[in-house]
């Protein structure tokens, strides 16, 4: 797996989905299945973009007792995605768990990743809610680096993060990054955001692009102006 840019098919039904899909005839996007489209339409949406071609990034974020995530992802790993990840929050035993989980009798498994702090939560609200007062971005780097000592294969973070999540735990660690705008597009409610080629310049490994693919006027050629700034 290389450089790749996965398209986040945030929509609520198997219809719009497999009507956004069906514009794509030529190159299949990679395609990230989050929590809504899972739990409107259960694992049977992720057979069938799989048997469409598709690779896919299985967003469900996980975050429970180590027990609970290794049986959960021991039923995932059955589902042959590309990526799926939880919440380095749960600590490095449940990170642990979960790789045993996800890996199958043969020993391969899906790449596994965490999400450290979601780019939602700021230092006010980190320190106010969950008491913890260091500056955020050690605490980012410092759930990266646990996560990659559990075994896991990258992070999800800020694309303005994953520069020093390489410097951090090396370049093989895979960031993979949403935020993600065209220099000419409408930032939405993202907040700190990158076009594809400051993401490339930076070194993020894969960029999770939503709302400038699906919501464009010819999501195809979106589609296509992202990969020929990110990957060509
Ligand atoms: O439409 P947009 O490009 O903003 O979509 C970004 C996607 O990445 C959404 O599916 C969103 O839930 C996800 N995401 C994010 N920020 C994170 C983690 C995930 O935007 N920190």
């Given at each position: 797996m290389g450089k790749d840019v996965i398209v986040a098919c945030d929509f609520k039904s198997a219809e719009d989905t497999f009507a956004f899909l069906d514009k794509f005839t030529g190159r299949k996007p990679f395609v990230k299945i989050g929590m809504e489209l899972f739990y409107a339409e259960g694992p049977s949406i992720v057979r069938e973009i799989k048997a469409r071609g598709h690779k896919i990034f299985l967003d469900l974020k996980l975050h429970d007792i180590p027990n609970t995530v290794k049986k959960a992802m021991s039923v995932l790993r059955n589902l042959d995605v590309d990526i799926t990840n939880l919440h380095a929050a749960g600590t490095k035993s449940m990170m642990e768990a979960a790789i045993e989980g996800l890996t199958r009798p043969?020993?391969?498994?899906?790449?596994?990743?965490a999400v450290t702090q979601l780019t939602s939560t700021d230092q006010e609200a980190m320190e106010r809610d969950l008491l913890i007062k260091e500056p955020i971005d050690k605490v980012v780097m410092h759930y990266a680096k646990t996560a990659k000592d559990?075994?896991?294969?990258g992070v999800v973070c800020s694309p303005l993060e994953a520069e020093k999540v390489h410097d951090t735990c090396g370049k093989t660690f895979l960031t993979v990054t949403p935020g993600v705008r065209f220099a000419d597009g409408d930032i939405g409610d993202q907040k700190r955001v990158m076009t594809p080629a400051e993401a490339k310049k930076i070194g993020s490994d894969y960029i999770v692009v939503g709302r400038p693919i699906t919501a464009a006027d010819?999501?195809?050629?979106a589609y296509e102006r992202c990969v020929?700034?990110?990957v060509d």
């Open positions: 043969d020993g391969t498994r899906p790449l596994l990743i559990a075994g896991l294969d010819d999501p195809v050629a020929s700034d990110f």
